[in-house]
């Protein structure tokens, strides 16, 4: 379907941990594809998420916060987020309001500057700060790269987002739809239940845990005569002192994980579900790429 005058195209998201990519890509697609935690790199794999309106399709690429890494895992998801921005017709750069320019800036401006594409530069998080606060900042990055529009908004409270949308439009050429209109993500459904259940695990845990967890979503099958899906989920550590803090005491964190992730779950596939978690430990799993491939990290896919 080409629509006359039907624009489509590919957007990445990019910048430092925690500057509310995921935030802003939920509230475009209207439905949480994208896990989100105050935990940085809490996105590992490239989610994309569809947005389709009566004469524009935009496909939106949440990449992992670009960062120094420190073993293969960081290495894998830097390369994701670098590799992204060949590849895209356009590219946001989102910084938070509240926290400024950090030393991560520089490293993606850097990067920026070597591609051809179009660059917007979004401002997130203005909720969090006065007005006149914004003017230094936009200045300040003013000078660092001559991005193609400068837009302010809140992610979290969907201020300005539709101005984001139609400036991207504005910049989208003609093309074909791509995904059907009810389309809101190309990943399988067992991919984001697993980051469902990682996100309620990022949520209850602190310390060391967040970084050291993956979760591989086993079995999801539907009963016969039955609407409810009975789902296996194995989470994945590398230390048997964090089995122990997944597990809690009695079972009780993980069966709060369960049940926090089975709500999401169940509003994700509009079906009742039957959840089972399992707590596995795999030392060092984040520098092994067989590891990194089983769980599903795999960059031949990108």
Same mark, same amino acid.
């Given at each position: ?10 957007? !990445? ?19 949480? /594809? ?19 309106? +009566? ?30 921005? +060949? ?38 998080? /203005? ?22 529009? /400068? ?10 987002? +539709? ?62 005569? !039955? ?13 048997? !002192? ?28 509009? !079906? ?31």
């Amino acid at each position: 379907m080409n629509n006359n005058g039907f624009k489509s195209g590919f957007v !990445s998201i990019i910048g430092r941990p925690n500057v509310g990519k995921s935030t802003l890509l939920n509230y475009v697609i209207g439905q949480k /594809i994208a896990i989100m935690s105050d935990k940085p790199q809490t996105t590992r794999n490239k989610v994309q998420g569809v947005y389709t309106s +009566n004469d524009a399709q935009v496909i939106f690429i949440d990449t992992p916060g670009i960062h120094k890494p420190k073993h293969k895992l960081g290495d894998f998801m830097t390369k994701i987020a670098q590799n992204t921005l +060949n590849e895209v017709d356009l590219i946001l750069f989102v910084i938070n309001a509240e926290e400024g320019y950090g030393r991560g800036d520089q490293f993606i401006i850097d990067r920026l500057k070597q591609t051809k594409r179009p660059v917007f530069l979004v401002i997130n998080k /203005i909720d969090k700060v006065h007005p006149d606060e914004l003017f230094p900042l936009i200045n300040f990055y003013k000078d660092k790269l001559e991005f193609k529009e /400068i837009i302010p908004i809140s992610a979290l409270e969907g201020n300005n987002v +539709n101005t984001l949308l139609n400036q991207i439009t504005e910049y989208l050429e003609e093309g074909p739809q791509y995904y059907p209109a009810d389309h809101v993500t190309d990943h399988p459904e067992r991919f984001i239940v697993s980051e469902l259940v990682r996100e309620k695990v990022l949520h209850l845990t602190r310390e060391e845990i967040p970084h050291s967890v993956t979760v591989v979503t086993e079995q999801m099958k539907k009963r016969e005569d !039955s609407n409810i899906i009975d789902i296996h989920a194995t989470i994945i550590v590398e230390r048997s !002192s964090q089995k122990g803090i997944i597990i809690g005491k009695q079972g009780k964190m993980l069966k709060e994980v369960g049940q926090r992730a089975r709500q999401d779950i169940e509003a994700l596939l509009g !079906s009742k579900v039957f959840l089972e978690l399992w707590v596995k430990v795999q030392k060092d799993w984040r520098n092994k790429m067989s590891s990194l491939r089983d769980f599903g990290y795999r960059e031949d896919e990108y």
